[in-house]
């Protein structure tokens, strides 16, 4: 419990055996539950984590909406606060706190962890990977008049106000799903600097051109879907 409030915590994963035991290691104590959502691991990240004593859940369509959505059937309704979190290691699980305090203390629904708003993170990204970020949350201003400056996947939001967005996307499209949906259910969202690094083992999405290519593609169809 984090001052009262259930924190669940969600990390999908698609072979990380390299880097989850770190992950798991570093979230803080107040963690009332975790959900590791296997997305058809070939290594042994499944069993790692329940050796460490993990609920891990499986879903075999790849895609890292698919992933959460099949650990959302799993999550508690004791749930007050949901955090996301990745699995290889590149963002910081011990920071958790800062995503936390402004839905504990001044009623936010959504907190988003920036990596953009830190230059010692922001240098961990691909030169794509930030175009692409800077176009689609211009756009959502532009559209929505939200301002995000990142779609980083490190973020806590208030289980109650999620469950109006429904989302739906099953791959590369959840994270922007999600702050366009805040912005159109005018949910009172915000950023906070996180601290990013370079992520153990392979880069899969946005250290390869056909990673960033199909993810690039995948939010603006999400942003002109949304729109219309
Ligand atoms: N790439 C990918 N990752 C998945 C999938 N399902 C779950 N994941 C997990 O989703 C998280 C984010 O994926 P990453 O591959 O780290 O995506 P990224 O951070 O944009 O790019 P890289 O870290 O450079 O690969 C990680 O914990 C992955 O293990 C999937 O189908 N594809
Ligand atoms: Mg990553």
Redo the contacts with the bound molecule.
């Keep these: 419990m984090y001052n009262q409030h259930y924190i669940t915590v969600i990390i999908?994963?698609?072979n990380?055996e390299k880097s989850i035991q770190k992950v798991l290691e570093d979230i803080p104590g107040f963690v009332d539950s975790i959900i590791i959502s296997d997305?058809g691991s070939t290594d042994n990240t499944a069993r790692i984590a329940e050796s460490l004593g993990v609920q891990v859940v499986s879903e075999p369509e790849?895609?890292?909406g698919a992933?959460c959505l099949k650990a959302l059937e799993h999550t508690s309704n004791r749930t007050d606060i949901l955090v996301f979190l990745?699995?290889?290691y590149?963002d910081y699980p011990e920071e958790m706190g800062l995503l936390l305090n402004p839905i504990v203390y001044h009623n936010y629904d959504v907190v988003i962890g920036s990596r953009m708003l830190k230059a010692e993170s922001k240098q961990h990204l691909t030169p794509v990977a930030g175009f692409g970020n800077w176009l689609s949350t211009r756009l959502i201003k532009l559209i929505w008049n939200y301002n995000f400056t990142d779609l980083g996947?490190f973020r806590a939001v208030r289980y109650s106000s999620f469950q109006k967005l429904e989302m739906q996307d099953r791959n590369f499209g959840w994270t922007i799903e999600l702050q366009i949906k805040a912005a159109k259910h005018k949910l009172n969202a915000k950023e906070i600097p996180v601290s990013y690094r370079q992520?153990i083992g392979e880069?899969?999405?946005?250290?390869t051109l056909m990673g960033t290519v199909k993810a690039g593609t995948k939010i603006l169809y999400l942003i002109f879907k949304e729109l219309f």
């Design positions: 999908p994963v698609l990380e997305n790849r895609g890292y992933a990745d699995g290889d590149s996947p992520r880069s899969k999405i946005s250290g």
